[in-house]
């Protein structure tokens, strides 16, 4: 069992930046792959950034060049590091946590971060 506290949210302006945090407890963390994921005010939660066990990393296209997702093992926390924000980044964040255990998907979700951008 993953229990996932996303932190850092608020509300920043335009251009601003805003670095948030998931810290997980419980066992085996370096082995999940993580992601951050958002959901605006009457649209569809979307997968913003992951980064696997390994360390690589992928983003979708209309945060690429402005956010970076990273992870502390040591820390048991994934972070994403958001620059240059827009308005249209305005929504709340989810961090994911994920693998495979004896052919069993394992899935977890934090309870969200709100991220504002507004002047």
């Known amino acids: 069992q993953v229990q996932l506290v996303e932190s850092g949210g608020g509300l920043v302006q335009p251009a601003g930046s805003l670095r948030l945090s998931c810290a997980a407890s419980g066992s085996s963390f370096s082995l999940y792959a993580m992601g951050w994921y958002r959901q605006a005010p009457g649209k569809q939660r979307e997968w913003v950034a992951g980064i696997t066990s390994g360390g690589s990393t992928n983003y979708a296209d209309s945060v690429k060049g402005r956010f970076t997702i990273s992870r502390d093992n040591a820390k048991n926390t994934v972070y994403l590091q958001m620059n240059s924000l827009k308005p249209e980044d305005t929504a709340v964040y989810y961090c994911?946590?994920?693998?495979?255990?004896?052919?069993?998907?394992?899935?977890?979700w934090g309870q969200g971060t709100q991220v504002t951008v507004s002047s």
């Open positions: 994911n946590a994920v693998r495979m255990s004896l052919g069993k998907l394992l899935d977890y």
